[in-house]
């Protein structure tokens, strides 16, 4: 296997697009991340979503990208993996890259959600559980994490206003992301204020319902500085799974495919979270935030919202987190997110991030979740020397 690098990378804004189709938005990445590489025909195209056909009524959608990105004849695949969707799509594009199949491979994530009421969108969401046993019966997303941030906070003693800091956090990255969909900052107040969806959950622990696409570009590292002057290396790349619903697990409040898939990047990269200078996690909820960074090392078992207490998260901190608004305030268009958050862990490490840029970094982490931690892809990349 040979060593991949990220040579371009393409968005469009998070929000509600109402006048743009689900072809339009990830034509727009697409031809954003090329032309930032420097490519004008990738060899292959791999689109990652998750309800193009139960929202839009349209599959065989890497083919449909493709065809209006006017690169007919070349390899397309769709990529589905619930919510994380975008972090798979980049993984498949590197798999093929570094078998060496192809040389250069564009990977988007996108998803259209605006279009259909919100029955429509929990419905659709809901397909990532156990189909028989959990959706069902009606159970929702937003009930099932509502379940673990009540059992989370009775089991180690936390209150709701304990799980603040992840959402203040987020919207102050994302007031300096111009692509995100909330660029506003909230206080304390605002959270505690904000109406609750499922008790304990508000609308403020909660991601947005929302349109975007994401695209990177790929190719052989040894190639990439024909390309760019700052290439980014995927250091490592690792997928992991879990039971599917939540009541086979020993116990619903360890997350075994983000433990799993994290180790495996580690050992890969030959590192460990103390070489983590940043890490884009999937924050649909602040219950799931908390659950990560104990699944992926940061934080001991129940020790979760305390590290964000103790402000390790925050821009300046031990671990800065959604360092630019992460799915809460940049916006979590499903099968897209995996896809912004490796976008933008590239713009970090390339000093492209704006007003949001970190300082003095190195090595950064994104992590994509789909279902309730039934799969979690794991993606390290790294500044090459």
Not at 167 to 179: D, F, K, L, S
Not at 207 to 234: H, M, N
Not at 257 to 270: F, K
Not at 284 to 291: E, R
Request: some cysteine; hydrophobic content about 45%; aromatic content about 6%.
């Amino acid at each position: 296997m040979r060593p991949v690098s990220i040579i371009g990378v393409g968005q469009t804004p998070v929000g509600e697009h109402w006048q743009k189709s689900l072809r339009e938005l990830a034509v727009e990445a697409v031809q954003a991340a090329l032309a930032d590489a420097g490519v004008e025909r990738p060899d292959a195209l791999f689109a990652g979503n998750m309800l193009s056909g139960g929202l839009c009524e349209q599959e065989n959608l890497a083919t449909l990208v493709a065809d209006f990105s006017g690169f007919p004849g070349i390899e397309a695949l769709k990529i589905e993996a619930a919510c994380a969707s975008g972090g798979a799509v980049v993984r498949a594009a590197h798999m093929v890259v570094a078998s060496g199949a192809h040389d250069l491979v564009v990977a988007v994530g996108v998803e259209k959600m605006t279009d259909l009421g919100g029955d429509g969108v929990t419905s659709g969401l809901a397909t990532a559980a156990d189909a028989d046993y959990e959706a069902a019966h009606g159970i929702t997303f937003t009930a099932l994490n509502a379940l673990l941030m009540r059992l989370y906070m009775e089991r180690y003693g936390y209150a709701r206003r304990d799980f603040s800091p992840f959402v203040i956090t987020a919207h102050e990255n994302g007031v300096h992301n111009p692509q995100a969909m909330f660029r506003e900052a909230i206080d304390e107040k605002d959270f505690l204020d904000s109406p609750m969806v499922a008790e304990p959950i508000s609308i403020l622990d909660s991601s947005p319902v929302c349109d975007g696409a994401a695209a990177v570009v790929l190719c052989p590292t040894e190639k990439a500085r024909s390309f760019t002057e700052r290439p980014v290396q995927i250091l490592a790349s690792a997928t992991a799974t879990d039971t599917i619903g939540l009541g086979p697990r020993k116990d619903p409040l360890w997350f075994e495919s983000a433990y799993l898939s994290a180790q495996r990047v580690y050992q890969q990269a030959g590192v460990s979270p103390k070489d983590i200078n940043f890490f884009e996690l999937h924050d649909a909820f602040t219950i799931v935030s908390a659950l990560s960074l104990e699944a992926c090392g940061f934080a001991e078992r129940g020790q979760g919202v305390r590290f964000a207490q103790e402000c390790n998260i925050h821009r300046n901190g031990k671990l800065p987190i959604s360092t630019q608004g992460g799915l809460k305030a940049r916006g979590h268009p499903v099968g897209a997110s995996g896809t912004y958050q490796i976008l933008e862990v590239v713009d970090q490490l390339r000093g492209r991030a704006g007003e949001a840029q970190l300082g003095n970094v190195r090595i950064g982490m994104a992590q994509s979740i789909g279902g309730m931690a039934s799969v979690a892809v794991t993606h390290l990349l790294g500044v090459e020397v």
